[in-house]
């Protein structure tokens, strides 16, 4: 045994519904592996900054519509787009914190009418993998009491109630990706703590290879 530093950065992923405290928890984060020494990086999807972005941006904002495979088409693409950078940042020793990827990208589509799960995971095969999905969890009625929802599209209780019922479908999906529930309930030093012991186990065991997601 060795006591080796990993050969490459950890991609933890954090996810949850609408007002679970996961933008906080991601700045914690990456401050507590700043603080301990450990290169790290943030990034969120979606990444608005971009022309796919753009186009995202104005959907949620209700200025424009889209069909709901286009639009999910495009939130694809804007994860693919960084695709060989997220790659590039671990084998270069970076870790990464990301708010949001693939799995709130078929979370919140196959949340809506016609839209199959399988169908909406297709275009997202193949990603760069996270080494662990840290999942914020929070009923509805408790993201509720936090005042409530913004004006964004998806911002309604039925939809947050669905897509975190498809969040749990995803959960369980034998897909090699380790999930983790924290109660995002609790205090935002109890979350960031359970946070951080994640984040601790999650880079002892980061293995070389970056995996790709959902590919058999
Ligand atoms: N969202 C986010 C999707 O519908 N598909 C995706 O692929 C991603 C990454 O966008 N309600 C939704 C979830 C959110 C919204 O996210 C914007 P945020 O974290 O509020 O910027």
């Known amino acids: 045994h ?10 933890f992923l954090l996810e949850g519904v609408d007002r679970c405290g996961k933008t906080t928890q991601c700045q914690r984060l990456l401050q507590r592996l700043l603080q301990a020494g450990i290169a790290a990086t943030a990034m969120r999807f979606p990444n608005r900054t971009t022309s796919t972005g753009q186009l995202i941006d104005s959907y949620l904002q209700q200025t424009s519509n889209m069909d709901d495979r286009a639009i999910h088409l495009l ?9 060989d950078m997220i790659v590039e ?22 949340s809506k ?7 909406c ?5 193949g990603l760069p993998a ?15 009491e936090r005042g409530g929802y913004g004006q964004e599209r998806y911002e309604k209780r039925e939809m947050q ?18 999930w983790k529930f924290v109660n995002a309930a609790q205090t935002m030093d ?3 703590d359970d946070i951080w012991s994640i984040a601790q186990q999650t880079l002892e065991q980061v293995q070389p290879e970056v995996r790709q997601l959902w590919q058999s």
């Open 130 to 144: 996270p080494d662990c999905v840290i999942f914020l969890d929070m009923s509805t009625e408790q993201a509720e």
């Open 190 to 192: 109890q979350v960031e």
């Open 75 to 83: 939130f694809s693409a804007n994860r693919w787009e960084s695709a």
């Open 113 to 119: 009418d016609n839209m199959d799960l399988e169908w």
């Open 121 to 125: 995971q297709a275009p997202d095969r």
């Open 2 to 11: 060795s006591t080796a530093k990993p050969t490459r950065g950890a991609f």
């Open 89 to 110: 940042q671990l084998k270069a020793g970076t870790s990464i914190v990301c708010d949001r990827y693939a799995y709130s990208g078929v979370a919140f589509s196959a």
């Open 161 to 178: 109630q669905r897509v975190r019922q498809r969040f749990q479908e995803l959960s369980q999906l034998d897909d090699g990706v380790q």
